[in-house]
């Protein structure tokens, strides 16, 4: 049976709880909207109902998924479709008393000509109204195919072909950031990407995707090693800044979306509190900012059940550390 809106809320209303510290200031700086995926659809009524569960999410940055490109024109400039479809979500946002979107990352294939990118990247400016700031062009690639998720690149060496780093690098010389989405297997091929571009302000996604499915199934403290590593290396990369978040995929292999009840958010926190701890304690707290990853998280955990886990993971930080994880890094990093 297809998942619909309908029988996933009533799935994550199984597991309610009250809200943490609701008064605290958010920035999301990472969610999806799109009206046709292989998800339910998710636009900004939707995106309301999972930021109005009681958390004060005050802003949010929309993160490229391939949504709503032109069907016509040139090939190179479908991509904006998607920036004009959230900037008029964005613009609809304001001044409604609720979450407003104040940022978009959009997409460019940024390992092609370097006049071709320069005339996306106005593109994206023009048809933004002001929200656009920066660009994801997602590193993941599973040589195998085994992980059963998908591919963001059918480029296996994406961070090492020099006309993708000239894209990076152009990035940054415009003032715009740079995310990329890939599996912990890439991180240490990601952290010389970071290394070679230093004047670009690099965005790690969702920790780097430490895996628990396919080749990965049972290997979780091999997983964590080698990912601490990779973690290690890029936080000696002034330029790169963490996304703490996104690891109730089911790539991640915690198993979430098939119990017969989604986690409480004392289960997120015991499951996910050494990722977290790690890193924030690699990069500090200035260089990392929580997100929410919906709503593809959506498919294990609800809005609510998230951001008090995320809540309990840093209660033992200072008043300033934890302005900075839920706010101000977001703020500082997108412009918003």
């Not at 920066?134 to 993941?140: D, L």
């Not at 290394?195 to 091999?222: M, N, Q, Y």
């Not at 304690?281 to 929410?292: K, Q, T, V």
Request: with cysteine.
């Amino acid at each position: 049976m297809a998942l619909t809106s309908e029988t996933q809320r009533e799935w994550l209303n199984l597991t309610s709880e009250e809200v943490v510290d609701p008064q605290r200031e958010i920035i999301d700086p990472h969610h999806h909207l799109w009206r046709r995926s292989g998800l339910p659809t998710y636009v900004l009524e939707d995106l309301w109902e999972d930021t109005q569960c009681g958390h004060n999410i005050v802003k949010t940055v929309f993160m490229e998924c391939g949504a709503e490109y032109r069907t016509s024109g040139p090939a190179h400039l479908k991509v904006v479709g998607e920036t004009e479809f959230v900037r008029d979500l964005a613009l609809a946002s304001r001044g409604q008393g609720k979450a407003e979107i104040a940022g978009i990352v959009g997409h460019v294939d940024l390992d092609q000509d370097e006049a071709l990118l320069r005339e996306v990247l106005i593109a994206h400016e023009d048809a933004g109204a002001g929200f656009f700031r920066g660009i994801r062009h997602g590193g993941a690639h599973d040589p195998g195919r085994n992980l059963g998720w998908i591919n963001a690149t059918p480029h296996a060496n994406l961070f090492e072909r020099k006309v993708f780093r000239r894209g990076v690098k152009l990035l940054g010389e415009l003032g715009y950031t740079f995310d990329s989405w890939h599996y912990h297997f890439q991180n240490q091929a990601f952290a010389e990407l970071a290394e070679a571009v230093p004047e670009t302000t690099i965005v790690l996604d969702h920790f780097g995707t430490p895996c628990g499915v396919g080749d990965f199934a049972g290997k979780a403290a091999e997983v964590v090693s080698e990912w601490k590593l990779s973690i290690d290396r890029l936080a000696r990369c002034a330029n790169v800044v963490v996304k703490v978040g996104g690891l109730a995929m089911p790539v991640n292999g915690f198993g979430w979306s098939n119990q017969d009840k989604p986690p409480s958010s004392d289960e997120v926190a015991k499951a996910h509190r050494d990722y977290y701890l790690h890193t924030i304690d690699a990069f500090g707290p200035g260089r990392c900012m929580l997100e929410s990853n919906f709503p593809v998280d959506k498919l294990s955990l609800s809005y609510n059940v998230y951001w008090n886990a995320m809540k309990k993971i840093t209660a033992s930080f200072s008043a300033e550390e934890r302005h900075q994880l839920f706010y101000g890094t977001a703020e500082r990093i997108y412009r918003v």
